[in-house]
């Protein structure tokens, strides 16, 4: 098979669908070399090295470098079938307009439709974009791959996509944080962000579905009886600037450290963080996947997330949950596992177990998968 990937993420963006991206695509390499990768991007960055043997093509005609986003929307669909390829894969929940006409075979992986489900959270512009690209991939698309049992089941409300179209593919995180636990590296880390050695861990954009809010509130309740403070890696507006604001009303604001703020912090340095951590803090109200759960598994550090959406998914037997709309359960979330040093190290074991339905190889075989049933 001749594979052809959608890599403007995988280029360009750091976070969630460029994590996926990368991941995928490396691990397809690795597993499967007999099958050629050809990855269309718009333009190359430092932030991927592809395997030797992955192919990329970008745009080539001046008006197509010129316009770079209609070349990868629309005009890469009438290019495919140059290239040779087989297969055509969009990573980040859209594929080219017109690709329904070129004969060409494609999978979509969907990540999430929460635009769908709390469209007040997003500008309508945003919202009106997201919509059309996404019912027009499940719409072309062979198959469409979800990242979760709950990504399957919101395609088939909002999209109406047939059940039988859509093959659950749970995603990996960076093989990264499945290295050993490593206390000088820990400690190193520490020392480079000043931090101090007990702290919770909030990693995520800091926007209303997230919860941070909640979290302060909770750390406000449990003021005098628990005073960890919380480490939080990821930015946002003016949900941001909200959060602020309560934290210099209740006195709290020396207990949060915004990492983004004090320093530039460096990917190699996340799994550390993670390691370092007393427990994450993650009760989002609704997520596709959830990935920083994933991580924090891998990195045997425990987990406190929510009820509901896709977590327990994710987190199976090993997170303790909580109401996400409730301060009072999250406060006591934290509370139980800042104190109970046995319940950490029981979520750390059963996390590690479960951590290993979500390797970068299981990913890959459940992809590879899908290409081969649509093409047989």
């Known amino acids: 098979m ?159 996509v047939p059940e039988s179209k859509i093959p659950v593919c749970y995603q990996a995180c960076d093989p990264s944080f499945q290295a050993a636990r490593n206390p000088q590296a820990i400690r190193e880390m520490l020392v480079r962000y000043q931090l101090p050695s007990e702290y919770f861990l909030y990693v995520g954009s800091v926007i209303e579905r997230k919860n941070l809010a909640r979290i302060a509130e909770a750390m406000f309740q449990l003021k005098g009886r628990l005073n960890v403070p919380l480490v939080v890696l990821g930015d946002g507006g003016s949900y941001k600037k909200k959060v602020k604001r309560y934290l210099a009303d ?37 997520e596709g996947f959830g990935i920083p759960i994933l991580e924090a598994l891998w990195s045997e550090t425990a987990v406190v997330t929510s009820t509901g959406s896709c977590f327990a998914e994710t987190g199976g037997n090993s997170a303790l949950y909580v109401d996400p709309f409730s301060v009072e359960s999250i406060a006591d979330g934290m509370f139980r596992v800042a104190n109970d040093a046995a319940l950490r190290k029981d979520m750390a074991e059963k996390g590690i177990i479960h951590a290993q339905n979500f390797t970068p190889e299981k990913c890959a075989q459940g992809v590879m998968n899908v290409y081969k049933n649509i093409l047989s």
């Open 2 to 160: 001749r594979i052809g990937f959608d890599a403007k993420r995988a280029y360009q963006n750091r976070t969630g669908l460029g994590n996926y991206s990368r991941t995928l695509v490396t691990s397809l390499a690795e597993y499967y070399p007999e099958h050629e990768y050809v990855l269309f991007a718009p333009k190359e960055k430092p932030l991927y090295q592809p395997p030797p043997a992955v192919a990329t093509i970008t745009p080539q005609s001046f008006l197509h470098r010129m316009l770079k986003p209609v070349w990868r929307s629309r005009w890469v669909s009438g290019e495919l079938k140059s290239h040779g390829i087989d297969i055509f894969h969009g990573l980040s929940a859209e594929l080219p307009f017109g690709i329904h006409r070129t004969g060409v075979r494609s999978t979509v992986t969907m990540h999430d439709l929460i635009f769908e489900r709390y469209p007040g959270q997003y500008n309508p512009i945003d919202v009106a974009t997201y919509r059309k690209k996404a019912r027009y991939a499940c719409e072309a698309a062979d198959q469409v791959i979800a990242i979760s049992s709950q990504t399957k089941a919101d395609l088939m409300e909002f999209y109406r």
């Open 250 to 286: 209740k006195g709290l604001v020396s207990r949060v450290i915004w990492l983004n703020e004090e320093s530039k912090f460096s990917f190699r340095d996340l799994p550390a963080l993670y390691q370092g951590a007393l427990a994450l803090l993650y009760p989002s109200t609704f």
